[in-house]
């Protein structure tokens, strides 16, 4: 299962959740007044560390121009980008065919018990996203890293209809595991992403908190599978 914890800022972050549960940082770029984005050269430099510490990092953006995204995957050595704003099938393409090589992530985000890119997921999909985040719309319309707690209801009929892998975000902690066993049940689950719920009050990182949330969600994960299991052998 991957675990992904979003926003860092600092190598001492890197360097910390090295020798942690996690297997994914996300790393912000091109988030105008965004609390963790970064210059061109933070971005490199704390996904250079990530890379040598053994650590996935992902270029968290709210950009869309094929170019400017391809220099900062060329500048970084990113091999994830994560398109986090309302981006259309059309611009992920064009994305898609500047970055052939990257895996790319599309942001589904949900607000107000509504995936709001339900009807457009096939055409995502046929357009060339790799993997779709699930994530939730604060209640003032901002995006990334609210904290706001991801509605499992809004997810149901979206579900059915994903063919390509998907992690879950959106003010995820430990207990939140057991809200979500539909997305568990399903094939295409591939792990979660965490921001607020993997820092103390004051922002920092929390390894404690962060082995909790690993822990919750891959027994969380086995039982629900293991549940299917059963339910398909009895049948």
Do not use: N
């Not at 963790?36 to 992902?58: F, I, M, S, W």
């Not at 121009?65 to 992920?92: C, F, I, K, M, N």
């Not at 990334?144 to 003010?171: C, N």
């Amino acid at each position: 299962m991957w675990l992904k914890v979003c926003g860092l800022t600092r190598t001492s972050e890197i360097r910390l959740l090295s020798s942690s549960p996690v297997t994914t940082v996300g790393l912000w770029y091109g988030v105008p007044d965004g609390k963790a984005d970064l210059t061109r050269d933070e971005l490199t430099t704390l996904a250079g560390l990530a890379l040598e510490r053994g650590l996935e990092p992902v270029l968290v953006t709210l950009l869309d121009d094929p170019e400017q995204l391809r220099d900062a995957v060329r500048a970084s050595g990113v091999r994830r980008v994560q398109l986090h704003g309302y981006t259309t099938p059309q611009q992920v393409a064009a994305v898609r065919a500047a970055l052939p090589d990257v895996v790319l992530l599309k942001v589904l985000h949900v607000r107000r018990g509504k995936v709001l890119e339900k009807p457009f997921v096939t055409a995502f999909e046929r357009a060339g996203t790799d993997l779709f985040l699930f994530d939730s719309v604060g209640d003032d319309g901002r995006i990334g890293s609210t904290g706001k707690p991801l509605d499992p209801a809004a997810l149901a009929p979206v579900l059915d209809t994903v063919r390509i892998p998907f992690l879950l975000a959106g003010g995820l902690t430990a207990d939140a595991a057991k809200e979500h066993g539909a997305a568990l049940r399903h094939d295409g689950f591939l792990g979660i992403d965490v921001d607020s719920g993997a820092r103390r009050p004051d922002g920092t990182i929390a390894p404690l908190i962060i082995d909790g949330i690993r822990h919750a969600w891959s027994g969380e994960l086995r039982r629900r599978r293991e549940e299917l299991r059963h339910a398909v052998a009895v049948s």
